[in-house]
């Protein structure tokens, strides 16, 4: 396994979570490093980037002013921020890096090394 989310779980709208993507110096060295969601019957959708050799992140617009991404290399790890939670934020999030593309991408093909997913329930 390359990649492990964890942090993910249920939680009420307007609440917060921290979900985390922990990998090998290898995986997370990748150039890019994103995040993507995929809700019950609707297509994998990317959400979040980060450029590991910049540190410059990028937001799609469904998630911008609420969820942030950064990471610590350190701990080789990159974390996704989820605050005011949606009811329409409830999916299964997935970590991906690839070691050829740069951000911002959003395809999911163009991502080599994924995550197992972590799912994340908003719901009162």
């Known amino acids: 396994v390359q990649l492990v989310e964890s942090g993910g779980g249920l939680v009420q709208p307007g609440g917060s979570l921290r979900l985390s993507c922990a990998g090998t110096s290898f995986t997370l060295d990748s150039r890019a490093i994103g995040w993507f969601r995929q809700a019950p019957g609707k297509e994998r959708e990317g959400i979040s980037c980060?450029?590991?050799?910049?540190?410059?992140?990028y937001l799609a617009d469904s998630v911008k002013g609420r969820f942030t991404i950064s990471r610590d290399s350190a701990k080789n790890t990159v974390y996704l921020q989820l605050s005011n939670l949606k009811p329409e934020d409830t999916a299964v999030y997935y970590c991906a890096a690839d070691p050829y593309t740069t951000c911002p991408v959003y395809d999911s093909y163009e991502y080599l090394y994924w995550g197992q997913g972590t799912q994340v329930t908003v719901s009162s």
């Open positions: 980060i450029n590991t050799r910049d540190g410059s992140t």
